[in-house]
């Protein structure tokens, strides 16, 4: 079975600065979806970033960007420029081809 | 266009009551997910469902949870005889075609049994 680990329970950054959160995945599968997820006080579930396992290249979204290492199965998530918005529980997610499987989550904070 | 939508919002219950959480999921979106997230933890799946293909209900917790969904649309989550560790903040997403694609979540119900 697919497992995913958030080893950072709560991080916390400065307005401005980069801050990365850590996610390692455990599958036998060789193709397959990750993604990262931001969840505010409000509980709506945002997709922040999705990267295709097939694709060495890592994905970007404006300020937010991965370093994804499938040999090492980990699959990090750096948010550059932080802002107070940012602030929100952020869930890495695997999917193959059946359910989404999530971490437990990482709780950011952001302070001015 | 409009997102996910889940009623109620909020829901108590006495423990023994039976309760149905509703999602109505994006329209064209074929597939749909349940999660349940309780304090402090992750999402856990629940079931899915993908067009008129039968539901993978493997994350269903006991049998007294069961989910339906009607003309590929609007779903209910029922909670049969509640417990008070069934809850949680219950989620509902729907996306196209495939679970590798972005999943839209829904504000979700908060269920709580006493």
């Known amino acids: 079975a697919q497992t995913v680990t958030q080893s950072q329970p709560e991080m916390s950054v400065q307005e401005a600065e980069t801050v990365t959160l850590s996610c390692t995945y455990d599958?036998?599968?060789?193709?397959?979806?990750l993604f990262w997820y931001k969840q505010p006080p409000s509980r709506q579930m945002i997709l922040v970033i999705r990267q295709e396992a097939y694709k060495q290249q890592n994905a970007t979204e404006n300020r937010f960007s991965v370093n994804f290492q499938k040999a090492a199965k980990s699959f990090s998530l750096k948010i550059s420029d932080s802002q107070l918005g940012d602030a929100a529980m952020y869930f890495c997610a695997y999917s193959g081809f059946q359910k989404l499987v999530f971490g437990t989550g990482t709780r950011l904070l952001v302070s001015p | 266009g409009a997102g996910v939508s889940q009623s109620p919002s909020n829901k108590v219950t006495e423990k023994g009551k039976d309760v149905e959480l509703r999602c109505d999921p994006i329209s064209g979106h074929t597939a749909l997910y349940w999660y349940r997230q309780s304090l402090g933890q992750g999402l856990e799946f629940l079931i899915y469902f993908q067009g008129n293909s039968a539901p993978d209900k493997s994350g269903l917790p006991s049998d007294r949870f069961s989910a339906e969904r009607t003309g590929g649309s609007v779903s209910t989550l029922t909670i049969q005889r509640t417990q008070q560790e069934d809850s949680a903040v219950y989620l509902c997403?729907?996306?196209?075609?495939?679970?590798?694609?972005?999943?839209?979540f829904g504000p979700g119900t908060r269920l709580t049994v006493l």
């Open positions: 997403a729907s996306s196209f075609s495939g679970v590798y694609n972005e999943q839209f």
């Open positions: 599958t036998s599968e060789s193709d397959y979806y």
